[in-house]
């Protein structure tokens, strides 16, 4: 079965050690006025954080900004070719917030959304679709569909972000890399592609992990098949590492370990080489020896950190 990279299709057994949730660029834009550490645009410091993160055994990322609110597709490119980086791009869209109130994202229909979002799972990547509707397009593939639920996508009737993506997910077998911000969101946007047909095991949830009071949400998705990207590790504003580790704990203990993946969630104040105080060394360092002091085994790490992204980042339709 393969993975789609931003240098091309490759099996999965050469995705190696992997963070499932990053921000490697993000382009001065809409986020970056809602926040300042959401503008991560300089390729050489990205680099050198990428060279930390494979001083530390690691492999392949997943970049989970879509197109249109700050995706900085060439550097992508270039930063996994210099730095012998996996990287997968995201397809797909982000919260609201992050567009401008004339952005294309809100005048396309559902159907012309999908076709966006399956030419550049089957064609290639769009450029400088910040600024312009979907014209111009490099060869490099994204690998994954991103979406976004916040309080306005929920009481939207239409729906046709989410229609879109499903359509996507169906067509191109591609996982769905999916935002949400409380359990009882995650829920509706699980019941929601169930609805449409997409299978458990192609949908990842993100950010469950930022609250702690909610753990058979966390285990009722599980035992659905949904796996679960926690990438609150680092994050002390929610909780401490401690808190996570226990998290973590909980959950394999529970029979959960073959649908848990981690990531940062990085930006610009969590990346090293941009003066932040975490970098994409973290978890290797600190938080994987700490997981083995809570008595999580060796063998239950080596799932969430190679063998489960090498399952769920898979295209389900590749032979």
């Known amino acids: 079965m393969a993975i789609q990279t931003v240098l091309g299709s490759i099996d999965k057994k050469m995705l190696g050690f992997c963070h499932s949730h990053e921000h490697l660029f993000v382009a001065n834009g809409k986020p970056a006025q809602i926040n300042a550490a959401l503008r991560i645009d300089d390729l050489d410091k990205t680099m050198e954080e990428l060279l930390l993160f494979r001083q530390i055994g690691g492999n392949s990322i997943v970049d989970a900004q879509p197109l249109g609110c700050g995706r900085m597709e060439m550097n992508l490119i270039e930063a996994s070719l210099r730095c012998h980086i996996h990287i997968i791009a995201a397809t797909g869209f982000h919260k609201l917030a992050f567009y401008a109130e004339d952005h294309w994202i809100y005048r396309y229909d559902e159907a012309a959304l999908a076709d966006v979002f399956i030419h550049e799972l089957t064609h290639g990547m769009f450029v400088h679709s910040d600024r312009q509707d979907p014209r111009d397009s490099v060869r490099s593939k994204a690998g994954i569909i991103k979406t976004a639920i916040d309080e306005e996508r929920m009481a939207d009737p239409e729906k046709k972000w989410f229609r879109a993506t499903a359509r996507a997910a169906l067509e191109t077998g591609t996982p769905l890399l999916c935002h949400t911000e409380s359990g009882e969101q995650a829920v509706a946007l699980v019941d929601f592609y169930r609805e449409q047909g997409i299978p458990a095991r192609q949908i990842i949830i993100c950010h469950l992990d930022r609250t702690l009071d909610q753990m058979e949400t966390h285990k009722q998705l599980a035992k659905q098949g949904v796996y679960l990207e926690y990438d609150t590790i680092g994050r002390y504003k929610y909780h401490s590492d401690e808190q996570?580790?226990?998290?973590?704990?909980?959950?394999?203990?529970?029979?959960f370990e073959d649908l848990l993946l981690l990531g940062l969630d990085t930006t610009r104040a969590r990346l090293k080489s941009y003066g932040g105080d975490i970098g994409l060394d973290h978890i290797s360092r600190r938080f994987l020896p700490l997981l083995k002091q809570y008595g999580?085994?060796?063998?239950?790490?080596?799932?969430?950190?190679?063998?489960?992204?090498?399952?769920?980042?898979?295209?389900k339709l590749s032979k």
């Open 244 to 255: 996570e580790a226990e998290l973590i704990k909980d959950m394999v203990d529970s029979g």
């Open 296 to 315: 999580v085994a060796e063998s239950a790490v080596a799932k969430m950190m190679i063998n489960n992204p090498a399952v769920a980042f898979e295209n």
